[in-house]
């Protein structure tokens, strides 16, 4: 049986009444997280439920989703599943929908990553002020800029707020965000002819008055598509049309990159972006605490000044550890005050990690497994889904679960923010083929021993 919108709306309202009751003890949760939910579409059977910010949508599909799917189920008498999204997320979706370009499939520029959501201090200061002045007057000032240093520091947060500021100030700029990777997807797509007969070249030329190209790694040892990258950047400088480029280290360090590429990147304005001081991690703390809708006096100081000093090599570490904290605090419903004590409890798994394995990371685990099975590493934390990359990623997910103990949704995080519902299953999947497939469990022996 197929419920209207409408139906389902009021069976929502049911199921809010529900968790309202089961939460009584913690109104101040349901208050914050889900009072205001609502059903926004239905997606083939998939219920997609908007909630006021991402921390909510994560409690939600963490802690909540088996309740919500059985009182639907209930309810309904039909097979729902259901999907989660916070505001923010729904308008980087619409976003995307309306600004892909033709042939890029899966480039955006994201309006959650902007220069006043990024904290700056003595690590970043150079590259925030070099992104904001070129983009107060493209291709005028330094071409190319280049953002480079390591992951997790904000280098693609400041591209996505270059493109948002110069979309604004410039509407009649067209401005394209892709990752090197997508471009070498793209590349091939062209090169195989899917495009029409237009030229890549042709295609940047026309399409394209601003280029931001994230991680420039990824072109290196692949060498057409460094020669046609550097047709498209040479137009680009030819014509004063603004480059800004991020990369995990300077170009010069890079093993099999074009040495003409390298020396194109430095010659504008090469900037390192460094591991941040303790006092900005707590200001990036703060501005979370407050963007999720939270009170920073429900936090004691010494909780903010802990993870600042705990995570501070990894702001994108910093970030996932403390929404987990956050989710730790719902589950035992501690929401109102947040001491050391709860704080050190929720982030212990993450510390163990980081202590306790000395040198085995997750890092390691998928270099490993990506070269068992002669894949390059990015493809293992990426999204294409071939069934060879797919079972490399299930396994690094698994060995990362049991050898790490990780918690999914920091699995989900290091391969590229996948939800934790999306790991549970490559674990899962990897559990099951393990009892009886021969060949997974060689595999799984031999990248044992690799990793001992
Ligand atoms: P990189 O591209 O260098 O690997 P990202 O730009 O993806 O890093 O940053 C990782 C996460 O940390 C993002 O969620 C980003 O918004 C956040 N972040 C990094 N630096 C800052 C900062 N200075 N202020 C606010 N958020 C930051
Ligand atoms: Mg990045």
């Given at each position: 049986m197929e419920n209207s919108i409408s139906e389902l709306t009021s069976i929502w309202n049911r199921v809010l009444a529900r968790l309202k009751d089961e939460l009584k003890e913690d109104p101040a949760v349901f208050g914050t997280f889900f009072s205001d939910s609502y059903i926004h579409t239905l997606d083939g059977k998939t219920i997609i439920v908007v909630v006021s910010n991402k921390t909510a949508a994560q409690i939600m599909t963490m802690t909540y989703t088996e309740k919500v799917l059985d009182a639907l189920t209930e309810c309904t008498e039909s097979d729902y599943g259901i999907r989660f999204v916070s505001r923010d997320q729904l308008d980087s979706e619409n976003q995307i929908k309306s600004a892909k370009p033709a042939y890029f499939s899966d480039s955006y520029i994201n309006p959650n990553y902007n220069f006043d959501n990024f904290v700056v201090g003595p690590s970043n200061r150079e590259a925030y002020q070099a992104a904001l002045m070129v983009s107060q007057n493209p291709g005028r000032l330094y071409n190319p800029i280049l953002i480079y240093g390591d992951s997790g520091l904000g280098k693609t947060h400041l591209l996505h707020a270059t493109g948002n500021k110069i979309k604004s100030k410039f509407p009649s700029l067209k401005v394209l965000y892709i990752s090197a990777q997508e471009f070498l997807n793209e590349y091939v797509k062209f090169v195989t002819g899917?495009?029409?007969?237009?030229?890549i070249v042709d295609w940047f030329r026309d399409n394209v008055d601003v280029l931001l190209i994230d991680d420039v790694q990824f072109l290196a040892k692949k060498e057409k598509t460094e020669e046609t990258f550097f047709t498209i950047y040479n137009n680009f400088y030819a014509h004063s049309k603004q480059v800004v480029l991020t990369c995990d280290?300077?170009?010069?360090?890079?093993?099999?990159?074009?040495e003409r590429l390298k020396s194109r990147f430095v010659q504008g304005l090469p900037l390192y972006i460094g591991q941040p001081e303790r006092d900005t991690c707590e200001r990036i703390l703060r501005m979370r605490i407050s963007s999720n809708g939270?009170?920073?006096?429900?936090?004691?100081?010494e909780v903010i000044s802990f993870f600042a000093s705990a995570f501070r090599k990894n702001v994108r570490e910093l970030e996932g550890a403390f929404d987990r904290l956050l989710f730790y605090t719902v589950q035992l419903g501690h929401a109102a005050h947040i001491d050391l004590e709860t704080a050190k409890a929720a982030v212990l798994p993450l510390l163990d990690v980081k202590e306790a394995t000395?040198?085995?990371s997750a890092e390691r685990i998928i270099d490993t497994v990506a070269e068992y099975y002669n894949l390059p590493a990015y493809q293992l934390t990426g999204k294409i889904r071939t069934s060879q990359i797919a079972l490399a990623r299930h396994i690094a997910m698994y060995l990362i679960r049991i050898?790490?103990?990780?918690?999914f949704a920091r699995i989900g995080a290091i391969f590229g923010g996948k939800d934790h519902a999306t790991v549970i299953n490559g674990v899962n999947k990897v559990e099951n083929s393990l009892k009886t497939d021969r060949g997974l469990q060689k595999a799984i022996s031999d990248l044992n021993k690799r990793l001992k």
């Amino acid at each position: 049986m197929e419920n209207s919108i409408s139906e389902l709306t009021s069976i929502w309202n049911r199921v809010l009444a529900r968790l309202k009751d089961e939460l009584k003890e913690d109104p101040a949760v349901f208050g914050t997280f889900f009072s205001d939910s609502y059903i926004h579409t239905l997606d083939g059977k998939t219920i997609i439920v908007v909630v006021s910010n991402k921390t909510a949508a994560q409690i939600m599909t963490m802690t909540y989703t088996e309740k919500v799917l059985d009182a639907l189920t209930e309810c309904t008498e039909s097979d729902y599943g259901i999907r989660f999204v916070s505001r923010d997320q729904l308008d980087s979706e619409n976003q995307i929908k309306s600004a892909k370009p033709a042939y890029f499939s899966d480039s955006y520029i994201n309006p959650n990553y902007n220069f006043d959501n990024f904290v700056v201090g003595p690590s970043n200061r150079e590259a925030y002020q070099a992104a904001l002045m070129v983009s107060q007057n493209p291709g005028r000032l330094y071409n190319p800029i280049l953002i480079y240093g390591d992951s997790g520091l904000g280098k693609t947060h400041l591209l996505h707020a270059t493109g948002n500021k110069i979309k604004s100030k410039f509407p009649s700029l067209k401005v394209l965000y892709i990752s090197a990777q997508e471009f070498l997807n793209e590349y091939v797509k062209f090169v195989t002819g899917d495009t029409n007969g237009v030229s890549i070249v042709d295609w940047f030329r026309d399409n394209v008055d601003v280029l931001l190209i994230d991680d420039v790694q990824f072109l290196a040892k692949k060498e057409k598509t460094e020669e046609t990258f550097f047709t498209i950047y040479n137009n680009f400088y030819a014509h004063s049309k603004q480059v800004v480029l991020t990369c995990d280290q300077h170009p010069s360090k890079l093993n099999g990159l074009d040495e003409r590429l390298k020396s194109r990147f430095v010659q504008g304005l090469p900037l390192y972006i460094g591991q941040p001081e303790r006092d900005t991690c707590e200001r990036i703390l703060r501005m979370r605490i407050s963007s999720n809708g939270l009170d920073i006096n429900d936090f004691d100081p010494e909780v903010i000044s802990f993870f600042a000093s705990a995570f501070r090599k990894n702001v994108r570490e910093l970030e996932g550890a403390f929404d987990r904290l956050l989710f730790y605090t719902v589950q035992l419903g501690h929401a109102a005050h947040i001491d050391l004590e709860t704080a050190k409890a929720a982030v212990l798994p993450l510390l163990d990690v980081k202590e306790a394995t000395g040198s085995l990371s997750a890092e390691r685990i998928i270099d490993t497994v990506a070269e068992y099975y002669n894949l390059p590493a990015y493809q293992l934390t990426g999204k294409i889904r071939t069934s060879q990359i797919a079972l490399a990623r299930h396994i690094a997910m698994y060995l990362i679960r049991i050898k790490l103990d990780a918690p999914f949704a920091r699995i989900g995080a290091i391969f590229g923010g996948k939800d934790h519902a999306t790991v549970i299953n490559g674990v899962n999947k990897v559990e099951n083929s393990l009892k009886t497939d021969r060949g997974l469990q060689k595999a799984i022996s031999d990248l044992n021993k690799r990793l001992k």
